[in-house]
């Protein structure tokens, strides 16, 4: 970038400034970053003081402070949300693969063009839009409650394991449209290249297309698992003490939604580094496809 | 002597648009054809369909005496004998250069890693790429991609190669290291189907030169009749153009 290339000594309109000598852009640029930086500390001090200033003296601020962010309450419910957090994280966990390699297998299936695999296109087609068109939350309360109520034994009857399987059945059809779009992001020339080697369609696909598609697709899919990660509370509609039933249960105890804000920083924790990583990823996908930013 | 490569009356359409309109040449075995003429007059079309990326309407594409262009034929079998290049490189972009040759022997004829692995150096070595094994095609200048692209082809050990207008993405200074390699091939003996803008490239190197004009042969002629004294009128007028705009 233009900062780290000193100009050449000798030009006209340089500006010597510390040891190294900058171009008149680079002074310009320093100086601009410098006044952008001041313009953007001052701004924002003054709105964040004036929150901390007003917002406790708005009336009812001591009734929404002891509703929503009671202290001791926090602190004694946080272990046990943190406890159950960890099903959340289970259920996750092994929900993930599942989902990676279905929603692939479904994405290679809609690709298919022999005639006798037909069905199993028609199959991932009508798989994708029934399950991406239905609310994950019927999903689950469909295949949670549904499932174990045809009278399957112990432990067939798992809400842990209907609760992860109407998971697995919603979001493979979300991976599958992404790993889909992956695959036809792959320009025709690059089949061209792999067939006139002699490479046979499915050869082609396994080592041209697919490694090419995962590549580009993974910061949309990381996005995915971040909604899968809030998602599993889902689950808890049918059953499984994780995180949010536990959360509604020390509500209920104590007559306060302390609890839930508790849990939402559990989940923010979580959440908020994930989403600035998938950010970041894309930024470096486009930095690397796109060319020089225009500022 | 069979021919090594017939085309007879081949003919093919995209929808309404006829791009090849009964296009028929014997090419010996070793020979060099180069095919000119102006953009969208079939060239390209041609060379897809002598390795079957693109299924031929009608007529026949026979190598050594055997009609490969029979509807429903595996494909897979004659593309491997019939290596192909093309102007964009299409080099696989997530391998390094050594996994881009070695895949397709490794893939399609069940030759050993080492193996596939020491006959693309050795490839690379020829070509001076020999530094280069382990670099991302993103890596290397368009000149270097395109050896690396016909080493691809080589690696397959093809009988015909199919050379598609292969430096009109180069910089002019990075042509003539991709040139030379080709002129290294003809001196192996490769048979090659050009398809070049390059006229004064086509003149030294090409046995016959054969002029396309919508879609079908309007003169085959060696190099030195072709360029000096072209019979036919279209021909004449491609030169004439060619010779205007600078090109040769």
Known sequence: MTDTVPGPSDRPGTVTSGRKKLTRRQEFERRQKRRSATIAATSTAIVVGALVIFVPLTPGWDKVRKSFFDGELFNDSFPRLLEAFVKNLQIFAWSTPFILVIGMLLAIFRNVRTPALFPLRLFAAAYTDVFRGVPVILTILLIGFGVPGLGLDRPYNSPYLWGSVALVLAYSAYVAEVFRAGIESVHESQRAGARSLGLSSTQTMRHVIVPQAIRRVIPPLMNDMVSLQKDVALVSLIGPIEILRQAGIDKSKFANFTPYVAAAVIFLVLTIPETRFVDWLSARERRRTSGTAVR | ?248
Request: net charge negative; hydrophobic share 45%; with cysteine.
């Open chain 2, 1 to 248: 002597m069979i021919p090594k490569l017939q085309l007879i009356d081949v003919r093919k359409s995209f929808g309404s648009r006829v791009v090849l309109d009964g296009v028929s040449i014997d090419i010996a075995d070793r020979e060099v054809v180069a095919f000119v003429g102006a953009s969208g007059s079939g060239k390209s079309t041609l060379l897809r369909c002598v390795n079957l990326l693109e299924p031929i309407d009608d007529g026949q594409v026979v190598v050594d005496d055997v009609d490969i262009s029979v509807p429903g034929l595996p494909v897979d079998p004659i593309r491997r004998r019939i290596g192909m290049v093309f102007q964009s490189f299409n080099l696989f972009p997530h391998m390094n250069v050594l996994k881009n040759l070695s895949l397709a022997p490794r893939k399609v004829l069940g030759v050993s890693r080492s193996e596939a692995e020491n006959t693309a150096r050795e490839l690379l070595e020829r070509l001076g790429l020999g530094d280069r094994a382990d670099a991302f095609p993103d890596q290397l200048s368009g000149g270097q991609q395109q050896r690396v692209a016909i080493a691809r082809s080589l690696a397959m050990s093809p009988e015909i190669l199919l050379l598609d207008e292969i430096t009109s993405a180069l910089d002019p200074e990075l042509v003539g290291e991709v040139l030379d390699v080709v002129r290294e091939l003809k001196g192996g003996g490769m048979t090659m189907l050009i398809v070049t803008h390059e006229m004064a490239f086509a003149r030294e190197i090409a046995d016959r030169v054969c002029f396309l004009h919508q879609g079908q042969i309007a003169e085959v002629a060696p190099p030195d009749k072709f360029f000096s004294a072209p019979e036919n009128d279209r021909t004449r007028q491609f030169l004439q153009r060619v010779i205007e705009s600078g090109r040769f």
